[in-house]
């Protein structure tokens, strides 16, 4: 029996979001991920208040709005929402 989880990738970059989903994708005992995508913080703070999601991996440096304010966005809307901070940045 496997734990689902629904998981949104926000980042802009094509290569990283399917890199996350591909990792995701080979681990699916005793979880099976439900994964969808973003591509802007403003996609991923309407997909959001939208529907619901487990766990959103937010990349920090997006154009417009970056992931900080994206967060903060999502996490008014729906706080019990688990956010994980991604960047290559230090």
């Not at 699916?28 to 959001?48: D, M, N, Q, R, S």
């Not at 990349?59 to 966005?73: C, F, K, R, S, V």
């Amino acid at each position: 029996m496997s734990v689902k989880i629904k998981v949104l990738i926000v980042d802009d970059h094509q290569m990283v979001r399917e890199g996350i989903r591909n990792m995701l994708d080979m681990h699916t005992v005793p979880y099976h991920f439900l994964i969808e995508e973003a591509k802007t913080g403003e996609e991923g703070i309407a997909k959001v208040k939208n529907s619901h999601y487990d766990i959103v991996l937010m990349d920090y440096q997006l154009p417009a709005i970056n992931g900080a304010e994206a967060t903060q966005a999502i996490v008014a809307h729906k706080p019990d929402v688990k956010v994980l901070a991604l960047s290559n940045y230090d």
